[in-house]
C-alpha cells in the first residue's frame, strides 16, 4: 500500500508562483511513476503532468506546458509540481498520484493522495 501526502497549496495571484510536493510512503519500490492531476469544480478530473521515477522523462497537459515543471527526488520519494505564471483558470483541487506501471499519460493511477487547493486570483 502506497501512501501520498500532497503539501504547498494555497492562494496566490495570477502571474505568481507556487510548488506543490507529494510525499510517497509505503511500498514505493514497485511504483513506476507520479502524476499530477487537478479538478475544477463542476468539471472533470485532468491530467496535468507525470513523471517516471526512473530517468528524467516528464509528460504536460497542453495547457500547463512551458509553465509547470514536475521533478522527483528519488531518495526522499517526493515528487514535486512548481507551477509559474499561473492563471485564474489554474484554480483546482491539485491531486498527485502513483502508478506500478507505463503509461503515465494514460490508464488507471493505482493511489491518489487527498488533494490540495489551489486557488489563483485575478
Known amino acids: 500500500q502506497v501512501q501520498l501526502v500532497e503539501s504547498g497549496g494555497g492562494l496566490v495571484q495570477a502571474g505568481g508562483s507556487l510548488r506543490l510536493s507529494c510525499a510517497a510512503s509505503?511500498?514505493?519500490?514497485?511504483?513506476?511513476?507520479m502524476g499530477w492531476f487537478r479538478q475544477a469544480p463542476g468539471k472533470e478530473r485532468e491530467f496535468v503532468g507525470a513523471?517516471?521515477?526512473?530517468?528524467?522523462?516528464?509528460y504536460y497537459a497542453d495547457s500547463v506546458k512551458g509553465r509547470f515543471t514536475i521533478s522527483r527526488d528519488y531518495a526522499k520519494n517526493t515528487v514535486y509540481l512548481q507551477m509559474n505564471r499561473l492563471k485564474p483558470e489554474d484554480t483546482a483541487v491539485y491531486y498527485c498520484?502513483?502508478?506500478?506501471?507505463?503509461?503515465?499519460?494514460?490508464?488507471?493511477?493505482?493511489?491518489w493522495g487527498q488533494g490540495t487547493q489551489i486557488t489563483v486570483s485575478s
Open positions: 498520484a502513483d502508478k506500478d506501471k507505463p503509461p503515465l499519460v494514460a490508464g488507471d493511477y493505482d493511489y
Open positions: 509505503g511500498r514505493t519500490i514497485s511504483s513506476y511513476g
Open positions: 513523471i517516471a521515477w526512473s530517468g528524467r522523462r516528464t
